[in-house]
């Protein structure tokens, strides 16, 4: 983030490079958004998946928000709500550098636009 910071402060920001999206998706999702704190709205589903192949899972309920990864090819169950982007605006994004619009979003978007909003230290 700090590079790609760095380069929007000149003028010139770069895509990020794959293999370093890829572990910032999956770095945010199991240390920024896991945890034990209740969420305060009625229970949901939300996955992320990236074109780069990769996908993630997000159970939001009153005992916390749990991260998985999805097996590739796997019929998981229906999310209640699906993000979908390249790594890089995947990763742009939960850093509030790109708006959430820029990810094409399925199902129920209030769930994307809650849990970007939440803040469980508060």
Do not use: K, N
Not at 54 to 80: F, K, Q, Y
């Amino acid at each position: 983030m700090h590079t790609y910071d760095a380069q929007l402060t000149v003028g010139a920001p770069q895509p990020l490079p794959v293999e370093v999206a890829l572990d910032g998706v999956e770095d945010f999702l199991f240390t920024c958004c896991a945890t034990t704190v209740p969420w305060p709205y009625e229970p949901a589903v939300l996955d992320y998946h990236v074109t780069e192949g990769g996908s993630w899972r997000t159970r939001l309920s009153p005992e916390g928000a749990r991260v998985t990864r999805l097996p590739a090819g796997a019929g998981a169950e229906p999310a209640d709500t699906a993000a979908r982007s390249t790594a890089g605006d995947l990763v742009l994004a939960f850093y509030g550098r790109i708006p959430l619009d820029a990810l094409a979003v399925e199902g129920d978007r209030r769930v994307l636009d809650r849990i970007a909003a939440w803040d469980p230290d508060a």
